[in-house]
């Protein structure tokens, strides 16, 4: 039950930056749906600008920026841990809610500092984490008054090595607008897309490329594959990052000019989404992919590796295929595959469509968040609702 308020209650939302990537697009999201009757959401960041800030104004939201400028050990971080500890006492702040790993560990000490409630977020497998932040994260996480986790491996992973109890742990997945999605979807894309290759199918990844991680490498490795054994497709490369010059030169080095397109980053995913036959997704870890459930969404097929969440999102099979991580091989002899048969193609994105209906609303995702802010945000010690309770 919603507890009763006099007045919207304060919430803090951190997030490392306003860039448009799948933490960001679910806090955005989150944050639009509170129920302002109840809620004042506020957004903290680490670097100002992004392409989230014009829609955050637009909800008549401004962030506050609070700059790193470099390593955690640097005395500015002590400086910003207080000045967001003042604005949490200043805006009466009674919740605080960190989105991503800098966010974890700045907002909840800021939050203890202040004697705020903490809710601290677990996205992926940390598995980037050099020993010196692993730490600060696991602190981070045990000064919290609650973890979220976005997928169920997450969610084991956070308990069994960093020894979160369950009575604070709660699994929280990812969440689709999907009439937004579908609006956004019928629009053209824009800047256009490459011209399409005659009678040749379009494979899209969308992953950052700043970690070797999300396997680029291993989808430029099968395509040259595919390309010695005549399975042509028009391969499209959506988002940026540091690893992006590499890439582009050892797609030049198989023969791949003309049949890669490295697209950049894109505001219109749904649209470009719309114009491809397959999603493929060949992360070496992963936490829960959001670039799967868009594909899936789109009513497109799916070919992604079983790491991480994504076999709770991506039954085998059923909505599309999972491979082995870093077995460019294996992933060719899927992707063959699965383009030999467009009938039953079709059929796993139509059943990956409907399972997203059915399971991965954004109502989902706002009822329980409600929920767990409602606890932390009452008096006396927070009672956190019982896992799966609040999502329907």
Request: glycine share 8%.
């Amino acid at each position: 039950m919603p507890m009763p308020m006099d007045e919207p209650i304060g919430v803090l939302h951190v997030v490392d930056c306003l860039n448009v990537g799948g933490t960001e697009r679910q806090m955005f999201e989150l944050v639009r749906r509170l129920d302002r009757r109840r809620w004042r959401p506020l957004i903290a960041t680490f670097k100002p600008g992004g392409e989230l800030l014009p829609q955050l104004r637009a909800l008549d939201i401004e962030p506050m920026v609070f700059p790193l400028n470099g390593s955690l050990t640097q005395p500015n971080t002590a400086l910003q841990v207080m000045r967001m500890a003042w604005h949490l006492r200043k805006h009466n702040v009674r919740v605080l809610h960190a989105h991503d790993f800098y966010s974890n560990v700045i907002g909840v000490a800021a939050a203890t500092v202040a004697r705020v409630r903490s809710i601290a977020s677990r996205r992926d497998l940390a598995h980037w984490l050099n020993p010196t932040q692993r730490k600060a994260l696991t602190f981070s996480l045990k000064l919290s008054h609650c973890v979220v986790a976005n997928a169920s491996a997450v969610g084991e992973l956070v308990s069994r090595t960093e020894s979160v109890p369950a009575s604070k742990l709660r699994v929280v997945p990812n969440g689709i607008d999907v009439t937004h999605f579908d609006t956004l979807a019928a629009r053209a894309p824009e800047p256009p897309l490459p011209a399409a290759l005659p009678g040749v199918p379009r494979i899209a990844m969308i992953a950052s490329m700043h970690l070797p991680d999300k396997g680029h490498a291993d989808l430029l490795e099968a395509a040259a594959l595919l390309e010695q054994r005549g399975v042509r497709a028009q391969y499209l490369f959506v988002s940026d990052g540091t690893l992006r010059p590499a890439l582009e030169r050892r797609a030049h080095a198989l023969g791949l000019d003309g049949v890669v397109c490295f697209l950049g980053r894109r505001n219109d995913v749904p649209a470009v989404l719309t114009q491809v036959d397959l999603l493929v997704h060949p992360s070496w870890a992963e936490g829960f992919p959001n670039a799967v459930l868009e594909g899936m969404c789109a009513g497109k097929p799916v070919i992604a590796t079983r790491v991480g969440g994504i076999p709770e999102v991506l039954i085998d099979g059923e909505f599309g295929h999972l491979v082995d991580p870093r077995q460019p091989a294996q992933l060719a002899q899927a992707i063959a595959d699965t383009l030999a048969d467009p009938t039953a193609m079709r059929a796993l994105g139509r059943r990956g469509r409907q399972h997203v209906e059915r399971t991965y609303s954004l109502e989902r995702l706002s009822a329980t968040m409600d929920a767990i802010y409602s606890a932390l945000a009452s008096n006396g010690a927070p009672r956190l609702p019982a896992p799966g309770g609040g999502s329907r």
